[in-house]
């Protein structure tokens, strides 16, 4: 069991602080093909997101991942991306 002491005031708000960390890992996810599928559509919109909330180590996966992918699935993932930052 937990004994210690939280600081309340100091604390910051767990998304504020870890989510261009989740975006990166579900961009490696999708482009290593963890799942046992590789879909690049989806590792570029999490790259992308991650660049956009300030994972700079995002962009030139992002770039590589692009560079597979036709213009087509950019848009797609583009497209996702923005209606994801809508939502959020």
């Known amino acids: 069991m937990f004994q210690g002491h939280i600081d309340q ?3 910051a708000p767990v ?3 870890a989510i261009p ?3 990166f890992e ?3 996810y999708w482009a290593s093909g963890r799942s046992g599928v590789v879909n690049l559509v ?3 919109k999490w790259f992308n997101l991650a660049a956009l909330k300030g994972r700079n ?3 030139p996966l992002r770039r ?3 560079e ?3 213009e087509v699935e950019i848009a797609t993932a583009q497209r996702e991306a923005r209606a994801w930052m809508s939502a959020a």
């Open 9 to 11: 005031e100091g604390a």
């Open 15 to 17: 998304d504020a602080t």
């Open 21 to 23: 960390d989740v975006l």
């Open 26 to 28: 579900r961009g490696l």
């Open 42 to 44: 989806a590792a570029h």
């Open 57 to 59: 180590d995002a962009i």
């Open 64 to 66: 590589e991942v692009a």
């Open 68 to 70: 597979m992918m036709s």
